[in-house]
């Protein structure tokens, strides 16, 4: 199995061959992954395993792209992101809200 920065280098490598990084640009990319989430949503509203696999691999090739782009990867964007939420406290109640350990205080 491929390690993630592998991946994330043949994904580049595929689209410049492509030319999807020269000619496209990061706004077209990002409606891509916009129009990906789509066909994920309908995949994981029935349920089907391979087709969401497929959606959430779309989404990260337009994701690589849109990166690549803009000087950034996928793994510093998602270790900034990570950096964000780690210290975060609280939980996701029933209804599908997070609640913030500090909002549960003051209630």
Do not use: H
Not at 14 to 29: A, F, M
Request: hydrophobic share 35%.
């Amino acid at each position: 199995m491929k390690t993630f920065e592998e991946l994330e280098k043949l994904v580049i490598q595929w689209s410049r061959d492509r030319q999807i990084l020269q000619n496209s640009t990061p706004e077209v990319q990002f409606m891509k992954a916009v129009s990906e989430m789509g066909e994920l949503s309908d995949a994981i509203v029935k349920r089907r395993l391979p087709e969401i696999r497929d959606g959430i691999g779309d989404v990260l090739v337009c994701l690589t792209n849109v990166a690549q782009m803009t000087g950034l990867d996928l793994r510093s964007c998602l270790e900034v992101a990570y950096n964000e939420i780690k210290d975060r406290k609280g939980y996701l109640n029933e209804s599908g809200v997070f609640i913030k350990e500090s909002d549960r205080e003051s209630a």
